[in-house]
């Protein structure tokens, strides 16, 4: 083997793995307003503890930590207090989303982390809850936003082709996840 091909191989094995990670931003925004940005912000309202939290997760190219934490404190657990570490991913999605739908306005929060106890208590009550589900990981959110329809808000989300969307008219909120478009 000549080492123009060894180094054709490491080129495509460096591109395939570049493509792979590019999905997730490149698909979430068509209109490329998301990549461009020099900062990523969210603002959530927690409509179980009624707490608010605006934060720049994400500037300079890094995640910022103390941000990240605040987000993983309002995205908790709220039966059990426990906390989990938020998918940046996840976020990068709901900021992509955000953008798409040119709102000012908070995400209000009906679902976050949620943890296994928490989950199976809902298994158990028949409220159709995944044994796996992705709230367990800190990859999914239950969501909706003022000022949009659940049924725009779902069809943003899916057009981003960044992971799962659950639409639930009836209990009011639409559920994105990080997993399996």
């Avoid at 979430?28 to 603002?43: D, E, M, N, P, V």
């Avoid at 908070?106 to 943890?115: N, T, V």
Wanted: glycine content about 8%; proline content about 3%.
């Amino acid at each position: 083997m000549s080492d123009s091909s060894l180094h054709r191989r490491a080129f495509l094995r460096i591109g395939t793995l570049s493509l792979l990670a590019l999905p997730s931003l490149a698909a979430a925004s068509t209109s490329g307003a998301f990549l461009k940005a020099r900062s990523r912000s969210l603002s959530f309202y927690n409509l179980h503890t009624t707490e608010k939290l605006s934060a720049v997760y994400w500037a300079e190219g890094d995640y910022i930590q103390e941000s990240l934490a605040g987000i993983n404190h309002i995205l908790r657990d709220y039966r059990t207090g426990d906390i989990c570490e938020i998918a940046p991913r996840l976020l990068d999605t709901l900021c992509a989303l955000h953008l798409q739908l040119e709102s000012a306005e908070p995400f209000e929060l009906i679902s976050g982390y949620r943890s296994s106890t928490t989950n199976a208590m809902l298994r158990s009550q028949g409220h159709g809850v995944a044994e796996n589900s992705l709230h367990t990981k800190g990859m999914a959110a239950d969501v909706r936003l003022p000022g949009r329809s659940l049924a725009l808000l779902r069809r943003t989300a899916v057009s981003l082709q960044a992971g799962g969307v659950g639409y639930y008219p009836a209990s009011q909120f639409v559920h994105i996840d990080i997993g399996r478009v």
